[in-house]
């Protein structure tokens, strides 16, 4: 295994950090006051003026579409970077040191995901309609899958039916956790039901193309996480209600949801725990800087042994987060997502828990001020704690790698190859 990054990465990670010191650290205020601002005027809901600004700077600056890889592309018929899972991952690092910068270079989820599977499954008729508009940044999207009334973390579970009446399929169920639902600029859903329940029990789910106008799609209300809405993209409760779409939005056939969802998280996973990576570096730099300012009994914060053993645990469990999920990346590339499947599952219970405790020490350093508005902690560790139940709950991940270590001396590990594909 060769971690090296490639000369492609390094010019792109050279840009990238460029962007980030001009554009994206110096907007962290203005974003937070235009936030308040539209609140304040009851335009909560509305897209900020602030990342639309920068997008077109990302654009001319050659940093758009990063995460697109080179055989999807050629797939859709439309151009990304062109990187490999291993290439991406350092760059999906330095965008994630910013919880919404990612979406100023067009790589933030689920449009990533989303974007993926349309171009890998999606007709051509799908594409040009959705993807065209989705890589070029002028609409958004969703992924409804999760349900409130069933685990989710088994997604055989998921109740919503879609049913085929004549030409088009009808869509009835209960979702929630859908994040960017709540998004006027949201105008397509890819969702997760049943068609047909006496199937295989792998074989129940299909993944349907939803335009979000499609009557009978009701949004109920947007969920907070530890306070936080996340407006203007959101999480929400919302019901598809005899929503009805045209036989042609089926995406791959009956029956392949799963296939497409094995095909959809891989990748994504990777996003997430590299974007998880920089925002523990970015709080391990902060807790350096606010230690080494405070003094504590005569001493800076710095100085006490419990700040510098906090610190050097932290530096050890980012590097060795980094490199699991860098080899995770690079399985990936060479074997495909089938055999990387236990490196996938590691880095997600790994990378979450390791950024929520990087946070949190971050967080202490800080004292009071490290639970406020004042600092971007309180709202990283929102985030990062989301994540893990995003994707699968540690408790699927951990259960699916402890059952491929025992099939290396039985055959109970054939039983968690299921678990691969379950997400919330």
């Not at 990302?58 to 439309?78: I, Q, R, V």
């Not at 859908?178 to 295989?200: E, H, L, N, W």
């Not at 990777?270 to 523990?280: D, F, Q, S, V, Y």
Request: aromatic share 8%; with cysteine; hydrophobic share 40%.
């Amino acid at each position: 295994m060769d971690f090296e990054y490639s000369p492609k990465t390094r010019e792109l990670q050279a840009k990238l950090l460029k962007f980030m010191d001009d554009h994206i650290y110096p907007n962290e205020k203005a974003y937070h006051e235009e936030l308040k601002a539209n609140t304040e005027a009851g335009r909560r809901w509305t897209a900020l003026k602030v990342i639309e600004d920068l997008k077109p700077k990302a654009h001319a600056a050659g940093l758009w579409n990063l995460f697109l890889p080179k055989d999807t592309a050629e797939a859709s018929g439309y151009q990304g970077a062109g990187l490999t899972n291993q290439e991406y991952a350092p760059l999906a690092e330095i965008m994630g040191r910013v919880q919404w910068a990612s979406e100023v270079f067009n790589c933030s989820a689920p449009d990533t995901g989303n974007m993926e599977t349309i171009a890998r499954y999606g007709s051509d008729e799908i594409r040009a309609r959705w993807l065209k508009p989705l890589l070029e940044g002028r609409i958004r999207s969703a992924f409804a899958m999760t349900e409130p009334e069933v685990a989710s973390s088994d997604a055989t579970n998921i109740s919503t039916r879609i049913e085929r009446q004549g030409d088009d399929y009808v869509i009835n169920g209960h979702k929630w956790w859908i994040s960017g639902a709540a998004d006027p600029r949201c105008k397509v859903f890819i969702t997760m039901g049943k068609t047909d329940p006496d199937a295989p029990r792998h074989s129940q789910q299909s993944m349907i193309v939803v335009p979000a106008d499609t009557p009978g799609i009701r949004i109920v209300r947007p969920l907070n996480v530890f306070g936080y809405d996340d407006a203007p993209h959101g999480h929400v409760e919302m019901y598809f209600e005899n929503v009805r779409v045209p036989a042609g939005n089926m995406l791959l056939g009956e029956g392949r949801g799963f296939e497409i969802a094995q095909g959809r998280l891989g990748p994504g996973r990777i996003h997430h725990c590299m974007r998880l990576i920089g925002l523990a570096e970015r709080a391990l730099e902060l807790m350096c800087r606010r230690s080494l300012s405070r003094v504590a009994f005569g001493k800076s914060v710095a100085q006490q042994t419990v700040t510098q053993e906090r610190i050097a645990e932290a530096r050890c469990r980012i590097d060795m987060a980094r490199l699991l999920t860098l080899k995770a990346a690079w399985l990936m590339d060479m074997a495909g997502n089938k055999v990387a499947k236990t490196e996938i599952a590691m880095i997600k219970v790994v990378a979450p828990n390791m950024a929520c405790q990087v946070i949190d020490w971050a967080m202490q350093a800080h004292g009071g001020g490290g639970v406020s508005d004042d600092f971007p902690l309180a709202y990283a560790y929102a985030g990062a704690r989301t994540l893990r139940f995003a994707d699968g709950p540690d408790e699927v991940h951990r259960n699916s790698i402890a059952k491929w270590e025992l099939g290396k001396y039985g055959s109970y590990g054939r039983d968690a190859d299921a678990a691969v594909t379950r997400g919330s």
